[in-house]
């Protein structure tokens, strides 16, 4: 049984860091691409960030320079690293796994941006 479980959302001023996590499951975690969505209330959930087996890493625009994604296959976990937080941040993070047809979801974790 495959499972993506997030942890380390919560409530942080402006200007503020977390850093969420994603701790798989029943896959060969390495050989995934690992990425993290995120769902604001009324919008549609929209890519933030991936990381490639290799270790390649692509971020959303609105994030660069502010958000770093990570992984650690001994581990196998997942990091986003979010600085400089803005209450546009505010959504549900999800958790994302990708082989080919292979396709998992984290249940998500919710950060809320506010001062």
């Known amino acids: 049984q495959v499972q993506l479980v997030e942890s380390g959302g919560g409530l942080v001023q402006p200007g503020g860091s977390l850093r969420l996590s994603c701790a798989a499951s029943g896959i060969i975690f390495r050989i995934y691409v690992m990425a993290w969505y995120r769902q604001a209330p009324g919008k549609q959930r929209e890519l933030v960030a991936t990381i490639t087996s290799g270790g390649s890493t692509n971020l959303a625009e609105s994030v660069k320079g502010r958000f770093t994604i990570s992984r650690e296959n001994a581990k196998n976990t997942v990091y986003l690293q979010m600085n400089s937080l803005e209450p546009e941040d505010t959504a549900v993070y999800y958790c994302?796994?990708?082989?080919?047809?292979?396709?998992?979801w984290g249940q998500g974790t919710q950060v809320t941006v506010s001062s």
């Open positions: 994302n796994a990708v082989l080919g047809r292979y396709n998992y």
